[in-house]
């Protein structure tokens, strides 16, 4: 392509010219009023482009209309933010929205629409402080049974055995933990059921979801119920059961078990069967009996002569306990 003469170029360079003092006049009030100052992000203040004869031939732009862009000071770009959020980010508009999509994971923002994340912010919310609470929603995975409850272990348990007693069962689930802001972790959990010997992706009436949460309610309220109890202290004039291995012996790589136990008749009988079982020999053993508790020291070693491993040390105490455990509720 043939380079244009100067005298070609004449036009686009007188324009270029007569453009220069409305320019600077821009960049000086720019600056006037509190342009880029000290600790702000820098960048050109104005930006002024040319095309030359395309410019020309394109004939959209008058001579006067040059493009300029003005970096705002920080104070002006705070105040155009604040003009500008009402349009430009409606989620803002709904507080309620975002602190539940803030409590949520980031697979479950991802996984529905907002129009489906909307939809089960108000579920959440109707659960209140009941056990359980569970609505049908429709999502574009179809129909899915949505349970809301506190998240404690073996929750998914309950849910399937009450989905057992109403002949039902789990197709696909999708399982989030979300924390309250009470504190409290709760489970907000999808599930697209079956018929136990029937199709996927059934329709789930009234009736049956009341019945399927009645189910659930109660099976959650005894889970709680049995763990209290287990969670209760026992009394002070319980009779006290300890079975440990000495931690000092441990650094000798010597095992050493140590057992406190009230005394009974089929006491010692109880430690040696579970230690045999274990096919833990004893090498020595020191026995005495305190104020009705029995203080017994067992040197143990393996069948092999080799030293134990942490696994089988656990193996060995955990046995001998559930049979003082078993000899203790027998003298109860």
């Given at each position: 392509m043939q380079r244009r003469t100067d005298h070609e170029r004449g036009p686009?360079?007188?324009?270029?010219?007569?453009?220069?003092?409305?320019?600077?006049?821009?960049?000086?009030?720019?600056?006037?009023?509190?342009?880029?100052?000290?600790?702000?992000?820098?960048?050109?203040?104005?930006?002024?482009?040319?095309?030359?004869?395309?410019?020309?031939?394109?004939?959209?732009?008058?001579?006067?209309?040059?493009?300029v862009t003005i970096l705002l000071p920080r104070?002006?770009?705070?105040?155009?933010?604040?003009?500008?959020?009402?349009?430009f980010f409606p989620a803002a508009r709904n507080r309620n929205m975002t602190e539940f999509l803030r409590t949520m994971p980031a697979a479950y923002a991802r996984e529905f629409a907002p129009s489906e994340i909307a939809e089960h912010e108000r579920v959440v919310a109707r659960r209140g402080e009941r056990l359980v609470h569970a609505e049908i929603c429709v999502t574009s995975f179809g129909e899915l049974v949505c349970v809301v409850a506190e998240d404690r272990p073996g929750l998914l348990v309950l849910v399937t055995d009450a989905l057992l007693v109403h002949g039902l069962s789990i197709h696909s689930a999708k399982v989030y933990c979300r924390r309250r802001s009470n504190g409290q972790f709760e489970a907000v959990d999808f599930f697209q059921l079956r018929h136990a010997g029937g199709a996927t992706g059934i329709a789930v009436g009234a009736a049956e979801l009341g019945a399927f949460l009645q189910t659930l309610s109660e099976l959650v309220a005894e889970d709680l119920i049995a763990v209290a109890r287990q969670s209760t202290p026992p009394p002070s004039n319980s009779p006290t059961l300890r079975v440990y291995?000495?931690?000092?012996?441990?650094?000798?790589?010597?095992?050493?078990?140590?057992?406190?136990?009230?005394?009974?008749?089929?006491?010692?009988?109880?430690?040696?069967?579970?230690?045999?079982?274990?096919?833990?020999?004893i090498r020595a053993s020191e026995i005495r009996t305190e104020g009705g508790i029995a203080h017994d020291r067992f040197d143990l070693t393996s069948k092999d002569g080799q030293a134990f491993t942490a696994?089988?040390?656990?193996?060995?105490?955990?046995?001998?306990?559930?049979?003082?455990?078993?000899?203790?509720?027998r003298r109860a």
């Open positions: 686009a360079r007188q324009r270029r010219e007569s453009e220069a003092p409305k320019l600077n006049s821009l960049l000086r009030k720019n600056k006037a009023d509190g342009g880029p100052g000290k600790g702000q992000r820098t960048a050109k203040c104005a930006e002024f482009r040319t095309f030359g004869d395309r410019f020309e031939r394109r004939g959209q732009r008058a001579a006067g209309d040059i493009e104070s002006a770009r705070a105040k155009t933010a604040e003009r500008l959020e009402p349009s291995f000495d931690f000092e012996a441990r650094g000798r790589d010597e095992a050493v078990l140590r057992v406190e136990a009230p005394d009974s008749e089929g006491l010692l009988n109880a430690i040696t069967n579970a230690l045999a079982v274990q096919e833990a020999h696994l089988r040390l656990c193996d060995i105490q955990q046995a001998v306990y559930v049979a003082l455990q078993k000899l203790v509720r």
